[in-house]
């Protein structure tokens, strides 16, 4: 396993990350055995990274992860999220302050490495849908409970209007962000082509750098899409809706039959290796964040990590698929 700096928290991590979400759900409704087998697992692998959230399980998630933790007792780098609903948004400090304490007390810690904000930013409030200077308060309310020794750092969301994303993360300059990277939109780390058909996310991995924020893929598989096949796992998500990309999951899936080329010729053995290699490709990432309904998936992604990153030639095939989709 490799290991890169978390932007200026110094805070080093695994390139490959453990992801306790919804869409795989092995953190939530798997069986508890299988989740401490896992993690132990990853751990001797050398994941040291591993991310959930208020919102992953109304709080099951949490709740598992920390239950394991505290038998196991590996040091790791835990990263968290508050959630907002609408209500909260006349009381963004008082909200934030009570989910960061739900947060630490689900997980049975006094404190965790990073602690984000979960809502989508937009240019004005829609819903539970943050503007900047919705994000900019909520910013205070987390270096409040960072100053108070309760997170080493917090960050954003990097999903919503590509422009209110940048707009917040400029004026707020969080240490982490989260964002949508893979092989069905990479615009925020990579210039998209002319007449890209997704959002664009105008290399938000750029502004990252300058800024020296971390960066933590997410939907690295598109949610599973990469894998290329329409089928999911029993405990997975039943149904999910795609992220920056097609207008739903068996559009995404469509798509990413479009590189089986790298299967075909030998590059990779699935196109979920050819995902996975192609998020650790991106230099200004941190660490990719890798969904798990199972211990197989585990180490399959552990076994495609540590493979490395694609070939140049096929990361400029890969590019050259982009450019036939806005066609």
Known sequence: MEYRTLGRTGINVSEVGFGCGSVGGLLIRGKYSEMVRAVAWAVEQGITYFDTARS?????????LGRVLKELKPDVVVGTKVSLGGEDLDRIEDAVAEQVEGCLTRLGRESVDVIYLHNQITQTREGSRMSPADVAVAAGALQVAMEQGKTRSWGLNGLGDTDAIHE???????????????????????????NFPFQDYQGL???????????AAIRVLA???????TERHAIAMPSVGPIGSGKDYAADVAFAQGFDFLVQEGVVETLIEAAIRFALSQPKLS???????SFGQLEQA?????????????????????????E
Not at 223 to 229: C, I, P, Q, T
Not at 287 to 293: E, M, Y
Not at 317 to 326: D, H, K, P, T
């Open 287 to 293: 660490t990719a964040l890798v969904g798990l309904a």
């Open 168 to 194: 917040a993360v400029g004026a707020t300059h969080p240490f982490v962000i989260q964002s949508c990277y893979n092989m069905l939109n990479p615009s925020s780390g990579l210039i998209a082509p002319d």
């Open 223 to 229: 949610a599973g899409a990469l894998s290329g096949v």
């Open 56 to 64: 992953y399980g109304n709080g099951q998630s949490e709740t598992n």
């Open 205 to 215: 991995m750029d502004l990252a750098e300058d800024m020296g924020i971390g960066v």
């Open 302 to 326: 552990v076994a495609y990590g540590n493979k490395g990153v694609l070939p140049q030639d096929a990361l400029e095939r890969v590019v050259a698929i982009w450019a036939g989709w806005g």
